[in-house]
């Protein structure tokens, strides 16, 4: 069976992004992006259980922070900003919070949108 490049498959999605150090010039502007970070607006109405999430195997290898040592729930960043200092993150028991940029402890959890009836019909 021949192999499927699934990469043709992503929709690319218009993002609203914001700019706390002004240097596009203004607050907000849009990018059309294929992989992106949610955003807070994007998870903001997903309760704590659903906003979780696990490290990878290769994140906890690397020193992903793990909310504690009997789970592998991580925190992770998002790609909201509260202002130039403070970004917004998702904590390993799935609160929402900000934190100074430059703290390295987060991981990205990349998402993307797939158009799952072409990759079904494609096999």
């Not at 059309?32 to 997903?46: A, G």
Request: with cysteine; charged share 25%; aromatic share 12%.
């Amino acid at each position: 069976m021949a192999t499927v490049d699934l990469t043709r498959f992503i929709i690319p999605v218009e993002l609203d992004n914001t700019d706390e150090n002004q240097k596009m010039g203004n607050r907000s502007f849009k990018t059309k992006d294929y992989v992106f970070l949610d955003s807070d607006d994007d998870i903001k109405d997903l309760n704590s259980k659903e906003r979780q999430t696990t490290a990878t195997d290769y994140a906890v290898m690397n020193g992903a922070l793990l909310r504690n040592k009997d789970t592998s729930f991580t925190w992770y960043w998002l790609r909201s900003a509260y202002s130039e200092y403070y970004v917004s993150h998702v904590s390993g028991d799935g609160d929402r919070y900000s934190n100074y940029a430059y703290e390295a402890a987060g991981c990205a959890r990349p998402a993307l949108h797939l158009n799952l009836s072409s990759i079904i019909s494609a096999r």
